[in-house]
């Protein structure tokens, strides 16, 4: 196990930069459709999120799966009046691991505080949370937007859902080459509102977060909702090259297809095969990165030696 200070900063810049937490920073909600939802609340999401991470990562097993699927959240009081007291028996003021049933949330990529960040201040961004999953979960490259598009709330129908909104603007062939990914991947979130809130329904109809994109083998891949997502990108290749890839990428500061073509798929294989533990995956890449701020694992300890013969 890695106990060294260097690799705990490491993994902690690493995932600032996986998860994208600089939009955190800037996170402002509208205060009149989220009352309360204020600085306090939002240092305890990000407190709330910091320990999910490491408290999986510094686990015995750091299990990358358990990131993705888990379906319990670090609340305490405060969080507990926005997103629900899930299994707790009463919240306090200390954290707490907190059960929600019924597939409410799916580790990272439910966690309030980054569905607060992919958002507007009062609407959910089915675009934005679908590009940071195509990208950093999924796994699938997307060229930037040929121009800059603005979503501009006021020109569409009010009873109109985010969906249905996101569907009627980006129809065009010209932008579902791209979007016909985004979306689905995108509305797969749209049960958790602006601040990640777990919903069934916008503007009084059922919220619809199915929906299905193709992957890059070219397979079609359904989706029901949020722990879909995560199930695939938990439990495929393709999910377990992306997770190496960005970890490479970001330890090493080049890109992992530098150091040979086979390095990747190597990487990936091992990982897969030890229960796609993180440590053990940061380990191997200090090794081939050759990190001189990441110490590679230390040798194993010399045997004792037996005591020499008593003198006669
Ligand atoms: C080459 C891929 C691609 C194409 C084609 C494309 N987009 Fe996008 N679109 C993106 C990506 C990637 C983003 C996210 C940009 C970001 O946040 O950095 C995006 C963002 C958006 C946004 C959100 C903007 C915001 O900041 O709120 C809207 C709206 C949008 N696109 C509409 C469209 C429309 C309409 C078309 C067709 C005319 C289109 N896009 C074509 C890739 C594409």
Redesign the pocket.
Known sequence: MIADPRAKTKLRGFFHHWLELDRASTIAKDAKTFPGFNEKVLADLRESLWMFVDQIVWSEKSDYRELLQADYLWINDVLAKFYGKGDAAAPTSEFQKVSFGNGQRTGVVTHPYLMAAFA?NKDT?P??RG?FLTRNIVGMS??????????EDSHFDPTLTMREK?TA??K?N??M???SV?NPLGFSLENYDAIGRWRTQEKNKPVDPAGHFANEQGQTIQLSGARDIASYAANSESGHRTFVRHLFHHTVKQPVAAFGDDTLETLRAKFTKEGCNIQKLLEEIAVIGAMDDVPPPAPPAPKPQPAPPAPA
């Open positions: 507007y961004s675009i934005h590009v997307l060229k930037s937007p040929p121009m800059a598009v603005e979503f996101i603007m980006t065009d010209a932008c080459a791209c979007h985004i």
